[in-house]
């Protein structure tokens, strides 16, 4: 029979099922069994990958160029007042 030594999991702490002081209820918690007991800590958050940012293809200036081929323009707004802070 094998003998796991070193288990570790990562649950959900429901304190509906069992009491343990500390936790809190819905957070994610890392469990090892170890030799000399068990041991409890939060879960590491999940690594996040960065998303590449590509070079672009062509300019604003060729969309804006593009659009105004096609008869699209762009017309300045109006100046409005800005209103004053409330904080």
Same mark, same amino acid.
């Given at each position: 029979? @094998?003998? %796991?030594? /070193?288990? !570790?999991? %990562?649950?959900? &702490?429901? $304190?509906?099922?069992? !009491?343990?002081? *500390?936790?809190?209820?819905? &957070?994610?918690?890392? %469990? $090892?069994?170890? !030799?000399? *007991? @068990? @041991? %409890?800590?939060?879960?590491? #958050?999940?690594?996040?990958? *960065?998303? #590449?940012?590509? &070079?672009? !293809?062509?300019?604003?200036?060729? /969309?804006?160029?593009?659009? &105004?081929? #096609?008869?699209?323009?762009? #017309? +300045?707004?109006? +100046?409005?007042?800005?209103?004053?802070?409330?904080?």
């Amino acid at each position: 029979m @094998w003998e %796991i030594s /070193h288990l !570790t999991t %990562i649950c959900t &702490a429901d $304190k509906n099922r069992l !009491t343990v002081r *500390g936790v809190r209820n819905g &957070a994610r918690y890392l %469990i $090892k069994k170890e !030799t000399n *007991g @068990w @041991w %409890i800590e939060p879960a590491p #958050e999940p690594r996040r990958r *960065g998303r #590449e940012v590509k &070079a672009a !293809t062509r300019d604003l200036s060729d /969309h804006l160029a593009a659009l &105004a081929a #096609e008869g699209f323009g762009l #017309e +300045p707004l109006p +100046p409005k007042k800005v209103p004053p802070c409330r904080f």
